[in-house]
């Protein structure tokens, strides 16, 4: 009997310790976000009292915020629940760690909340970004005659893919972050009804509201139904790296990418899969701008070139540029209320991989 490789079993180890880290995000979720309430009212209480009596609708309105926080709670168990079992080949069931009533045990209470304000800025963030899923639909009609393989990669919580699968074409969404897959399993396989949900996405944003109801705002989810009616049964969702995924060459018709290839340390990289896992004629279809998610991190080695470098790259990876637009007005979770508005002027632009590939091949 052969033994795992030591390698392997770290690398097990790591993946195991991540997804707890990420289920543990989850519920923290509550107790992280009522330390901020209190934060609140506990600076309230410091104040002289004349001051105190100007913020009594404050005060109110902070008694009404933990109640939209327990219905956002509600669909975070909703989303964790099981979770431990949703990946076919692997049993990430939590064992470790566990109070006496078999639940994590986290050291931490309503009232303080344990853990650093840097871990849990991060923590908030990352699960508020299930309540933001974007969608981007695309038209492929005047491209394809035919059933074509369209995969979207960085596909978040899905619904981009799941549009294209409905309008006919087999169709694979791929998303690395766990906080995605997490909230794409919940909806896409256990939302059978339309509107059946309720959160507050803008619930933990405390500047530039002009109304509390602008921040209590509630917003009824899915506007479909992703699991009660199945747009095509060739439509799956697959988890992991992309470089790492699909490495398979001339495998897919067509490669759609929203707001993804920026997400890379290299971006060459993206390109050059993109060209190789495509068929000869087969198109690539990009949206986004180019936010280098890597280049602040002092570990990470980021390479950032800018759009009119980065369309001549794909051009030198072979490509040829069907079509292309620059100052595409797109906004990604953003809060319409908000005195803030952020607004990407992406680009867009279709290219495809010549047939002549497959000739240079031969």
């Avoid at 707890?20 to 976000?33: E, T």
């Avoid at 995969?151 to 766990?178: C, D, H, M």
């Avoid at 794409?184 to 509107?195: G, K």
């Amino acid at each position: 009997m052969s033994s795992i490789p030591a390698s392997e079993e770290i690398d097990e180890a790591k993946e195991r310790e991540h997804f707890r880290a990420v289920v543990n995000a989850f519920k923290y979720y509550k107790l992280c976000s009522l330390d901020r309430i209190h934060k609140s009212e506990k600076i309230i209480k410091s104040l002289s009292q004349h001051h105190q009596r100007h913020l009594d609708k404050y005060k109110t309105y902070l008694t009404r915020f933990k109640k939209c926080l327990d219905i956002n709670n509600s669909v975070v168990n909703l989303i964790i629940k099981d979770v431990d079992k949703m990946f076919e080949n692997v049993d990430h069931s939590m064992t470790e760690s566990s109070g006496a009533n078999g639940t994590e045990s986290f050291g931490c209470n309503y009232n303080n909340c344990e853990i650093s304000s840097q871990k849990q800025h991060k923590m908030q963030h990352d699960v508020e970004k299930v309540f933001t899923g974007r969608l981007s639909i695309i038209s492929f009609q005047d491209l394809f005659d035919t059933v074509v393989r369209v995969l979207v990669p960085g596909a978040g919580l899905g619904r981009l893919a799941w549009e294209i699968s409905k309008r006919g074409y087999t169709t694979q969404g791929n998303e690395f972050s766990l906080f995605m897959l997490f909230a794409s399993n919940f909806v896409l396989n256990r939302c059978p009804e339309a509107n059946k949900y309720t959160v507050h996405p803008w619930l933990h944003q405390y500047v530039n509201n002009l109304s509390c109801e602008h921040q209590l705002l509630g917003v009824k989810f899915p506007d479909v139904r992703p699991s009660g009616d199945r747009p095509n049964p060739n439509f799956s969702m697959a988890a992991g790296d992309f470089l790492k995924v699909y490495t398979e060459v001339d495998e897919w018709s067509c490669v759609v990418t929203c707001f993804f290839i920026d997400c890379a340390p290299n971006v060459i990289e993206f390109v050059e899969r993109i060209y190789e896992i495509l068929v000869p004629g087969g198109i690539w279809i990009n949206l986004g701008p180019l936010l280098y998610h890597y280049s602040d991190m002092p570990t990470e080695n980021s390479v950032e070139p800018p759009y009119d470098i980065l369309i001549e790259i794909i051009r030198d990876v072979g490509f040829d540029v069907l079509e292309e637009r620059t100052g595409v007005k797109t906004k990604y979770a953003q809060n319409p209320n908000s005195m803030l508005q952020h607004e990407y002027e992406s680009v867009f632009f279709v290219c495809r991989k010549p047939y002549t590939a497959l000739r240079d091949k031969l």
